[in-house]
């Protein structure tokens, strides 16, 4: 039997080192701020786990958007690298998309999200800033603020 090589290897290489050379962050930035100063990042990461000591309780989304959506995220990046290696698809387009989508596929569980249930302080800490009668019951949506502020990066690795 005869072994026919057709070359390519160096299309393969060349694809896996910029897949390697890249990476995807998806989250809170420092420059996405409420109207007080206070960075999104703080708030969302005392809203994913919690602060007993100020009696907030849990109300995790990235964890459970990424356990939920891992096998999701790989077959697209298994997809756009295969598409990178036939020259069908560019990395970074592709790393692009899949950090955009990410970001979506979070600020989605966060307009989800409706356990545990707001306090009755929070509820009426709301309405007090308020102009007009009634208010959102949902936890993490009151100001769209931390939803809107949702955002990715793709980026070398240094």
């Known amino acids: 039997m005869k072994v026919v090589r057709k070359g390519g290897t160096e299309k393969l290489h060349a694809t ?3 897949v390697g050379g890249k990476q995807i962050r ?3 930035f420092p420059e996405a701020k409420y109207p ?3 960075p999104v990042a703080y708030v969302a990461a005392i ?3 919690g602060y007993p000591q100020g009696n ?3 109300r995790p989304f990235m964890r459970p958007t990424a356990e939920q959506k891992k096998a999701e995220w790989g077959r697209q990046i ?3 690298v295969r598409g990178a290696i036939d020259g069908k698809v560019d990395v970074g387009q592709a790393f692009e998309a899949l950090g955009a989508r990410s970001a979506g596929d979070i600020a989605r569980t966060i307009s989800l999200v409706t356990t545990p249930p707001l306090k009755k302080t929070t509820l009426e800490a709301r309405q007090a800033r308020k102009k007009t009668p009634g208010v ?4 993490l949506v009151d100001t769209g ?3 809107q502020s949702v955002s990715h990066v793709v980026e070398d690795k240094s």
Not at 136 to 139: I, T, Y
Request: glycine share 12%; no cysteine; proline share 8%.
């Open 47 to 49: 809203q994913e786990y």
């Open 145 to 147: 603020q931390m939803i």
């Open 56 to 58: 907030i309780p849990a």
């Open 16 to 18: 896996l080192k910029d």
């Open 26 to 28: 998806v989250g809170f």
């Open 78 to 80: 298994a997809g756009a």
């Open 136 to 139: 959102s019951k949902k936890p």
């Open 36 to 38: 007080d100063g206070t």
